[in-house]
């Protein structure tokens, strides 16, 4: 079955501590996203890749990292620098440079919440 | 930059009657696409419909249309014949050709009545 996967679904950190979300794809798509949605906003772009080892900072990047190592995997670090990580967020992914295609599809999400 | 307009923050309809959507966006690109995406109670989000903006024919999907008014800046969403199954958060979304940035709107709760 092909699609995207996240883990975990719910995410409990204490402050201070960093933690990572897994964003997973066998859709064979180039492009990845992460997003973040707090309640009574739109979604928010956090990083995206368009290419393995290659990844660009969107609106929202402060205190978040990201990897690119495998075409399929776009892990996602909450660090201790990001003041309000308390949300819910959203990995997609699409075949990027195909513009007829290039619709971007989503996962289940992460509920992280922040003790 | 890029915005999106969702003016209705919640809407109710009843199980078979048709309810429009609304969204506006700014761009100053003359190629982009718009989307719909529906958000249910599992938080998954889901594409419903997406528009190039260089067709002038509005874009359908089964019970789902909508009406790309490219001069107004507008992109309305219909659901004719509502299904309980529709009920959920709809966002609208613009991206343009040269980015991968999707812009989301703030979104619109829809709940379908029986």
């Known amino acids: 079955d092909g699609g995207i996967t996240q883990s975990p679904k719910y995410l409990f950190r204490k402050e201070g501590q960093n933690v990572t979300l897994s964003c997973e794809q066998n859709?064979?798509?180039?492009?990845m996203y992460w997003y973040r949605q707090d309640p009574g906003q739109g979604l928010r772009l956090i990083y995206y890749s368009q290419i393995v080892n290659d990844f660009q900072k969107g609106d929202i990047a402060e205190g978040y990292s990201v990897s690119r190592e495998k075409k399929e995997s776009f892990p996602l670090t909450v660090t201790s620098a990001q003041k309000n990580p308390t949300a819910f967020y959203l990995c997609?992914?699409?075949?990027?440079?195909?513009?007829?295609?290039?619709?971007?599809?989503f996962g289940p999400g992460t509920r992280l919440t922040v003790l | 930059a890029q915005t999106v307009t969702q003016s209705q923050p919640e809407m109710s309809v009843q199980e078979a009657e048709t309810v429009t959507l609304s969204c506006t966006y700014d761009?100053?690109?003359?190629?982009?696409?718009l989307f719909w995406y529906k958000q249910p109670p599992s938080r998954q989000m889901i594409l419903v419909i997406r528009q190039e903006a260089y067709k002038q024919q509005n874009a359908t999907e089964n019970r789902f249309s909508v009406n790309f008014q490219k001069a107004a800046k507008s992109f309305s969403l219909k659901i004719s014949d509502s299904q309980l199954g529709d009920t959920a958060m709809y966002f609208c979304a613009s991206r343009s050709y040269n980015t991968d940035k999707l812009i989301f709107g703030t979104g619109t709760r829809l709940q379908v009545f029986p």
């Open positions: 997609a992914s699409s075949t990027a440079g195909e513009l007829d295609t290039d619709t971007q599809y």
């Open positions: 761009t100053s690109e003359s190629n982009y696409y």
């Open positions: 859709l064979n798509h180039d492009a």
